[in-house]
């Protein structure tokens, strides 16, 4: 069964700045996703980015880049230029290629501080 | 294109009594999940189901949670005789397709307390 770690319960950083999330998970496969979800305080799950296993380039969206370290089994989210709208809860997820569910970690709760 | 939309939003019962939890996937999607979120905790998976088929249930608890995905109309997580462990929010996830790289997308949830 995979497993998804987040060792940071919470987080804070100073608008403006830049902050890194960590994760980290256990699989056999070798086929896989891997996603970062934000959870802002109206419980709404929001995609933020996502990396393909097969993929050595790190995935980016805006301010929003990872570092995907296949051998390590580390998938860390950097949030660049943090806004006040940043804060929320971050999940890390995993997801095989060949089954439908998906596995969260427990979060990171982030607070961009103004 | 609508999102997933789920009702109600929120929902209060008392131990014992029943509760029903529907869910609408986005136009095109005929795959939906079911997460539970309890508080301080992520997303645990529950169950996956496909028009008329339930795919994986590994997440269900063996007894009180069933589920049902008809050809006709929503997804229903079904709670029967509720008790206060069940007090959570419950996620709804559609994709368009099985496995493989389809995003889920998310509706807001429904968030249950057992009084």
């Known amino acids: 069964a995979q497993t998804v770690t987040q060792s940071q319960p919470e987080m804070s950083v100073q608008e403006a700045e830049t902050v890194t999330l960590s994760c980290t998970y256990d699989?056999?496969?070798?086929?896989?996703?891997l996603f970062w979800y934000k959870q802002p305080p109206s419980r709404q799950m929001i995609l933020v980015i996502r990396?393909?296993?097969?993929?050595?380039q790190n995935a980016t969206e805006n301010r929003f880049s990872v570092n995907f370290q296949k051998a390590a089994k580390s998938f860390s989210l950097k949030i660049s230029d943090s806004q006040l709208g940043d804060t929320a809860m971050y999940f890390c997820?995993?997801?095989?290629?060949?089954?439908?569910?998906?596995?969260f970690g427990d979060g990171t709760t982030l607070t961009v501080k103004p | 294109n609508a999102g997933v939309m789920q009702n109600p939003r929120h929902l209060v019962r008392r131990r014992g009594q029943e509760a029903r939890l529907r869910c609408s996937p986005m136009?095109?999607?005929?795959?939906v999940y079911w997460y539970r979120q309890l508080p301080e905790e992520g997303l645990k998976f529950m169950v996956y189901?496909?028009?008329?088929?339930?795919?994986?249930e590994s997440g269900m608890p063996k007894e009180r949670f069933s589920a049902e995905f008809p050809k006709e109309g929503p997804s229903i997580l079904r709670i029967q005789q509720v008790v206060r462990g069940d007090s959570a929010a419950y996620f709804c996830?559609?994709?368009?397709?099985?496995?493989?790289?389809?995003?889920?997308?998310f509706g807001p949830g429904t968030r249950l307390t057992v009084t």
């Open positions: 996830a559609s994709s368009p397709g099985p496995f493989g790289a389809y995003e889920q997308y």
């Open positions: 699989t056999s496969e070798n086929n896989y996703y």
């Open positions: 990396q393909e296993a097969y993929k050595q």
């Open positions: 997820a995993f997801k095989n290629t060949n089954a439908g569910k998906s596995t």
């Open positions: 136009k095109g999607h005929s795959h």
């Open positions: 189901l496909q028009k008329e088929n339930i795919i994986d």
